[in-house]
């Protein structure tokens, strides 16, 4: 993922937009949809127990067509968990 340029250039203007008061939430999101559909292998396994989310992510979308539970765990990639866990 560090040796792709476009990864390179989402961070980038995520870390440009983290100072924003508002937020970055569609730069975050945009960054974990781009790696859990290029580069699959970087997606995190299923979080431990302490995750609330994972367990009905793997009820609801156990083929994940939309990839909400690959992005899901992504996030943690690149944001602190209390933040990245929220969606
Ligand atoms: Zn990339
Ligand atoms: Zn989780």
Do not use: K, N
Request: net charge negative; proline share 11%.
């Amino acid at each position: 993922m560090w040796a792709c340029s476009d990864c390179t250039m989402r961070l980038r203007r995520l870390a440009e937009m983290w100072a924003a008061p508002e937020g970055c939430l569609w730069e975050q999101l945009q960054v974990a949809r781009h790696i859990a559909e290029v580069h699959p292998e970087e997606v995190p396994p299923p979080h431990p127990a302490d995750c609330e989310l994972c367990p009905s992510y793997a009820r609801h979308d156990a083929d994940d067509p939309a990839r909400v539970w690959a992005e899901h765990r992504t996030r943690d990639l690149f944001m602190p968990p209390e933040v990245a866990r929220l969606l």
